[in-house]
């Protein structure tokens, strides 16, 4: 797959997405809690800054926040990630999205509650930015999903408008599904979550997720990646990568994690890591995603690459929080077998 040079561009990666504050009650429930840790954090976001704070490459965020203190506080977090927020459209009278998250331990799983109901993101309406100006200056990747796109109409109107302009730029647009029923089922349904990403991916290089976001998406229904894989590609030839996390849930606290990748025809498998021990989920795929990413985006093979998205899941998994705490020898470190010894 083309991607432009680094060197003709100015960012390596551009996510369009919704930035919330998280809220995270530690030990507790939220319902039982009395105070609450402070993240940012969003699927689409997440990807940006792990790309920028890992694996130190340029990446910047297109999204808006309400003009107020909890915006500030967004905004003071995604610039200490090193991601460019000069597209970060600040708005009078509108709400920040609130994400309660739970991170679970052995039998009771991870519960998010997300309060983004009109949110200044899911209000962005054509028109908000010019994509002509900022394309020109040189993306290689735009990567955006369907998170995003399931907040509102004017949202999905939005997004569909970035991948085309996209296009006629010649920037890559990499794409999760990340399909979420309750943004869905009070915008359209399952319905038309399959009308707005088909409308999509016709614009799409790089396709990320498993099995169940392909049907509950796409209405692809097969039995494994591969065959969704084939499907996607038999119906948008267009889509040249497609990657998906797999994760065997013991418990909420012990997962098998590995990964599987289509590219050039073949399907490839990551290593698996049995039993490891999880400390948060929450983020684990777009740190997979952002680990594959920075592969193609450095020129390496994509069996490489999915080693790469394999090992940065599994450590940002490690740390509280949705987006990376991870380094790059950390990464690279795992990836060569490396023991979780103590390091002095």
């Known amino acids: 797959m083309h991607l432009m040079l680094k060197e003709t561009t100015k960012y390596d990666l551009l996510s369009l997405g919704e930035v919330m504050l998280r809220l995270d009650p530690g030990d507790d429930r939220i319902r039982t809690a009395v105070q609450f840790r402070a993240w940012e954090g969003g699927g689409e976001y997440n990807v940006a800054k792990a790309l920028s704070a890992c694996f130190g490459m340029r990446t910047g965020i297109v999204t808006a926040i309400g003009a107020d203190e909890v915006g500030a506080l967004l905004l003071n977090r995604m610039r200490q990630g090193g991601v460019d927020t000069q597209y970060v459209m600040q ?51 735009l990567h955006t999903g369907g998170i995003f796109a399931a907040l509102s109409a004017s949202s999905a109107a939005f997004l569909q408008d ?15 599904l990340n399909y979420r029923a309750s943004l869905w ?41 591969a065959e969704c894989a084939q499907a996607v590609r038999e119906m948008f030839p267009n889509v040249q990568v497609l990657a998906t996390s797999l994760r065997t849930v013991h418990s909420a606290s012990r997962n098998d994690w ?19 021990e999880i400390f948060d ?39 509280p929080g949705d987006t990376s705490m991870a380094t790059l020898p950390e990464v690279e470190a795992l990836m060569h077998g490396q023991s979780p010894r103590i390091i002095r």
């Open 185 to 225: 089922n009070v915008n359209g349904g399952m319905k038309n979550a399959h009308a707005v990403n088909r409308s999509i991916l016709p614009y799409v290089d790089i396709l990320f997720g498993n099995e169940t976001d392909y049907a509950d998406a796409l209405g692809i229904k097969q039995a494994s990646f």
């Open 281 to 319: 989920r929450v983020g684990g795929g777009d740190s997979f995603a952002s680990g594959v990413l920075y592969g193609m985006l450095s020129g390496m093979e994509p069996k490489t690459a999915l080693e790469y998205g394999i090992a940065h899941g599994a450590l940002v998994m490690t740390t």
């Open 258 to 276: 590995s990964g599987q990748m289509y590219a050039d025809g073949k399907l490839l498998c990551g290593k698996t890591m049995k039993d490891i």
């Open 162 to 176: 970035a991948v085309r302009c996209a296009k006629k730029h010649n920037v890559a647009v990499s794409y999760d």
């Open 91 to 141: 708005c009078r009278g509108l709400r920040n999205g609130l994400n309660f998250t739970e991170k679970g331990f052995g039998v009771r799983g991870a519960l998010g509650v997300s309060d983004r109901r009109f949110s200044a993101a899911s209000q962005m309406q054509v028109g908000d930015v010019d994509w002509d100006r900022i394309f020109s200056q040189g993306v290689r990747i």
